[in-house]
């Protein structure tokens, strides 16, 4: 049975470029083998933090372990925050993949061999976003993303419409709207758009508003659902029709694998988001992406500018990612020199 032998951590700000801050983790196994997750950090006050998760309870907990499966770490990656789980738990899977010889989108259930890209512009005035999705249509990518807000949100969308008939068009909410009598008329109004979805109209914890506004409109409702017990909840009170994937709010591919099941069952459209800025995160969404019930297409490019951190970069290329399955686990060299060189904080475990 399989031992992981060590455990790196890498806390990383790019200096340059508009990229988040991404902790990185690298497992090791028995016979040197490494296994890569990322997850971005986060920025909101008093949001839980993922690197002292990493330091104080995973990385000590998985030194030695014995496993014979990414689900047998679960029980480790249940003592940290779901951000942290889910760079552990995204490590596991790449250094198991790396160890079985199999490529990671086969290893999940992946049936793609390439992924349509989408992307997100924030609303700001009509023509200056007609002209930042006109530069992402041009860029191939088939699915935008307006991310509105109350007061901003009816006249984008039309703006956008207007000039794009056919454009899969997403309005993303933020959680920022309520039940008033403004806020659900607006977002009635955005029926009339012809939209792939609204996304998180309202507090994600609040599924029964969902559930009231998806029977009152034909467009369906996109949630992001933490954890499988709140996604259960939405399937069976119907507060949506899509699923908004992300692997660090999942906990990781173990968990973003389960939802995705539950969603595909329930007859759920699904897409996927990638997390952090530093490629790796966005080559594991990759592979999660290339699962059947992800029918949307998903934002999984890994953000420009700045150095490289993975080789080939996670890009879109006439709105079409390739998935990659001639070489195992995510499928992507990783510079670990230009990771150690510009991180802010690196953990060794066992040190040395």
Not at 228 to 244: H, K
Not at 314 to 320: F, K, Y
Request: with cysteine.
């Amino acid at each position: 049975m399989p031992r992981i032998q060590g455990c790196t951590a890498f806390r990383v700000a790019v200096p340059r470029g508009r990229r988040p801050e991404s902790i990185v983790v690298r497992l090791t196994g028995d016979d040197g083998t490494a296994g890569w997750g990322e997850v971005g950090c986060p920025a909101e006050a008093g949001r839980p933090e993922p690197w002292s998760d990493i330091e104080e309870r995973l990385a000590p907990a998985l030194l030695g372990l014995a496993w014979d499966r990414p689900e047998d770490v679960s029980a480790v990656t249940e003592l940290g925050t779901r951000q942290a789980a889910a760079a552990v738990d995204t490590a596991c899977w790449d250094l198991w993949c790396k160890i079985k010889g199999m490529p990671l989108a086969h290893a999940l259930g992946g049936t793609r061999t390439s992924i349509a890209t989408g992307t997100q512009v924030t609303a700001e005035l009509p023509e200056t976003l007609v002209e930042q999705v006109n530069r992402q249509i041009g860029g191939g990518h088939t699915r935008v993303t307006v991310r509105v807000r109350p007061g901003s949100d009816i006249e984008p969308i039309r703006a956008v419409r207007h000039a794009y008939p056919a454009l899969a068009l997403v309005a993303d909410c933020g959680g920022a709207y309520t039940e008033s009598s403004g806020d659900l008329a607006a977002l009635e109004a955005l029926d009339a758009y012809g939209l792939l979805a609204i996304a998180h109209p309202f507090d994600a914890t609040d599924l029964a508003a969902h559930a009231r506004l998806q029977r009152r409109i034909g467009t369906p409702l996109c949630l992001a659902a933490g954890d499988l017990d709140t996604l259960d909840a939405a399937i069976s009170l119907e507060a949506g029709r899509a699923l908004n994937l992300r692997i660090d709010l999942s906990g990781g591919l173990t968990a973003a694998r389960a939802a995705h099941d539950r969603a595909y069952a329930a007859g759920w459209d699904v897409w996927c988001s990638g997390s952090g800025g530093l490629g790796i995160g966005q080559a594991a969404t990759v592979a999660l992406a290339s699962m059947p019930g992800c029918t949307l297409p998903s934002d999984v490019s890994d953000p420009a500018g700045g150095p490289a951190f993975v080789s080939p970069p996670v890009r879109s290329s006439g709105g079409v990612v390739a998935v990659p399955l001639t070489q195992p686990g995510l499928g992507h060299d990783i510079d670990e020199a230009l990771l150690a060189r510009l991180a802010a904080r690196t953990l060794r475990v066992p040190a040395g």
